[in-house]
């Protein structure tokens, strides 16, 4: 039995290659950069350290990566495989979908069946995905693709992190991952055929559940980065236990959640647990994550779509005020990093053209509207704080 990941960064290494070593499933990362492909091959194992349970701690051995160059061995292995993976970032998908579509064909002129999981923090990535292989398919291979193919989305809840610069040069490949184990996946859209995988959980009833992730962990990992960064911490755990960043912290699980529970119809006590766990996450010491880490890009995560004008929008859609995520959003705005190009990026926009620039061009909001307003009535409030100083 063998799985093919495409990805090989810290989820893919230190999650899914991790489950499928556990479950005795052979596996093939395909990677992009070709640097990360020769490293892999050159040190054939890595080893992986389970914060908080070091019990858990294991080294996997034989292992090996395809590059992206190498197309024809990729599309054999794809043929050879029972499971296709991805973990490369969802604004990467794109790039893997002619080589998935030239294995897909192979798999459907044999009359196999083939699943892909996408593992990424992403909105609708596996329909992302589909929709890009299926521009490459004559209309021979559509007529069968439902019959054979299934792509289907994973949450990814397990937070894969880099080691410190001593540890890298001793296994420059290694990982530190959070004590979590299970990935659920929506079955509903999967083909007959997928093998058993310790801790992968197929689910039924998938609506909104990658959602309810993305807009209860992410924006609340979000809120802790960018308002921590203000307060000038460097460790998330620490900046989470904060009682200013908590208040704030709280009445966006409140927001998020409300406007969730009356968009899905989740109960309000699945709610409270799945918000217990994001906040136990955020505050659990044995897990090192730098802010830095979390807080990078903030071009990407002020996008109208992503972990907080996604939910904001969401929770004016459903009648609910979003007024700590606008402070969330405030805190973004004013993120500085010297060594982050997108930090410099906003930086350099908010300044120069202003925050109304900075709501319309990245955010993609009515700087005018009830969400642009109340983002503004919130940067003065963290002006009057001194968090934001100008």
Request: net charge neutral; with cysteine.
């Amino acid at each position: 039995m063998t799985c093919v990941i495409f990805g090989a960064g810290k989820i893919a290494r230190g999650f899914i290659a991790h489950l499928l070593y556990l479950s005795g499933i052979r596996f093939v990362f395909v990677e992009k950069n070709q640097a990360l492909v020769e490293l892999i091959n050159q040190k054939k194992r890595y080893c992986i350290n389970v914060m908080g349970n070091s019990d858990k701690n294991i080294c996997i051995d034989n292992v090996s990566a395809l590059g992206y160059i190498q197309e024809n061995e990729i599309v054999e292995l794809i043929l050879d495989s029972d499971a296709i993976f991805t973990a490369v970032g969802g604004k990467n998908l794109i790039d893997t979908a002619s080589i998935i579509a030239k294995g897909i064909c192979k798999k459907i002129d044999k009359k196999e069946k083939l699943n892909i999981i996408t593992c990424e923090n992403w909105k609708q990535p596996a329909l992302c995905l589909k929709n890009e292989i299926l521009k490459y398919l004559s209309d021979n291979y559509l007529k069968e693709f439902d019959l054979y193919i299934g792509i289907t989305e994973a949450v990814v809840m397990r937070s894969a992190i880099e080691p410190d610069k001593n540890s890298l040069i001793e296994d420059p490949l290694l990982v530190n991952v959070q004590n979590f184990w299970e990935l659920p996946v929506n079955a509903s859209d999967m083909v007959s055929g997928f093998p058993n995988i310790l801790g992968v959980r197929a689910i039924s009833s998938f609506e909104g559940f990658l959602e309810k992730k993305f807009y209860t962990y992410n924006a609340a990992n979000a809120t802790v980065s960018y308002l921590g960064a203000l307060l000038g911490y460097k460790v998330l755990s620490k900046a989470a236990k904060d009682e200013r960043v908590i208040k704030v912290l709280d009445g966006v699980y409140s927001e998020t959640s409300s406007a969730l529970c009356k968009k899905y119809g989740f109960s309000n006590e699945e709610q409270k647990e799945f918000v217990k766990g994001s906040k136990m996450k955020l505050q659990d010491e044995t897990i090192t994550d730098y802010i830095e880490r979390n807080a990078r890009d903030p071009i990407r995560k002020l996008s109208c779509d992503d972990r907080l004008i996604g939910p904001a929008r969401m929770a004016i859609e459903y009648d609910i005020l979003p007024c700590n995520l606008c402070i969330a959003i405030a805190a973004a705005i004013y993120y500085e990093n010297a060594e982050d190009e997108s930090s410099n990026t906003l930086k350099k926009m908010r300044e120069i053209q202003g925050v109304d620039t900075v709501l319309d061009r990245v955010c993609k909001i009515d700087t005018n509207g009830i969400l642009g307003k109340l983002i503004k009535c919130k940067i003065e409030l963290l002006k009057l704080k001194g968090w934001i100083n100008e």
